[in-house]
């Protein structure tokens, strides 16, 4: 059973701090990994995706990769209320498969 | 990213009744339809893949017979909930893998909120 864990939070931030999310999964075979965000009510939005060990910069959210330890994670500098929503982690393994799984997500609370 | 249109966005429906709900990709064509299900605060879980021209694959646990699926053309899924209970209320997202573009599957549809009273 391939599984994709994050804290359900919430993480509470103030404005302008720099949010740490996490996320670890089970398949050692894993090769794609995806952080969304999810308003709520509406669908999950793809924001950043990373297939190599190391850091991945895009504007204000890093993604990092560590295959090793199992682990990826995402950051957000200079944090806003309106980065305020739910973050899910996806993975997807090198089996042929194009479906990933998903963790259930954390809530970020970014507060003025 | 690429375009995935769902419709409606929200849905209320008596128990008993049908509904509804496509999915289609607007800026590519689809071979493949990913139709997910999301109950409050939990994960996205997949429900059926569906192949254009081909009988959808369901995920165990996924009533066949009650959740009708559709895939007639490159560009348009659907789904429907046949006599559709409280319990089938859940928030019901799709994507789409296109035929010659990579990763489209990571971009989903608006979501359809569906309530059953």
């Known amino acids: 059973q391939k599984e994709v864990e994050q804290n359900s939070g919430p993480l509470s931030v103030p404005e302008g701090a720099i949010a740490s999310l996490n996320c670890t999964y089970s398949?050692?075979?894993?090769?794609?990994f995806f952080w969304y965000r999810q308003y709520s009510g509406k669908s999950p939005e793809l924001i950043m995706f990373?297939?190599?060990?190391g850091d991945k910069e895009d504007g204000r959210f890093t993604a990092q990769l560590n295959k090793a330890s199992q682990y990826v994670s995402l950051l957000i500098r200079d944090s806003q209320p309106s980065d305020s929503a739910t973050y899910l982690c996806?993975?997807?393994?090198?089996?042929?498969?194009?479906?990933?799984?998903f963790g259930r997500g954390t809530s970020l609370i970014v507060h003025p | 990213g690429a375009v995935v249109s769902q419709h409606p966005s929200r849905v209320i429906c008596k128990s008993g009744t049908s509904v509804k709900i496509e999915c289609r990709s607007l800026d590519f064509q689809a071979t493949t339809m990913f139709w997910y299900r999301q109950f409050p605060k939990k994960s996205l879980m997949l429900m059926a893949t569906?192949?254009?021209?081909?009988?959808?694959?369901?995920e165990q646990g996924v009533e066949k017979d009650k959740f009708l699926i559709n895939h007639a053309s490159l560009t348009l899924s659907t789904l429907t909930v046949t006599s559709a209970h409280p319990e089938d209320s859940s928030f019901y997202i799709c994507?789409?893998?296109?035929?010659?573009?990579?990763?489209?599957?990571?971009?989903f549809g608006q979501g359809t909120r569906l309530t059953v009273v």
């Open positions: 398949d050692r075979g894993s090769q794609s």
């Open positions: 569906s192949n254009e021209g081909s009988k959808a694959t369901y």
């Open positions: 996806a993975v997807k393994s090198s089996g042929g498969s194009y479906i990933p799984t």
């Open positions: 994507s789409a893998r296109g035929t010659d573009r990579e990763g489209t599957e990571a971009f």
């Open positions: 990373i297939y190599s060990n």
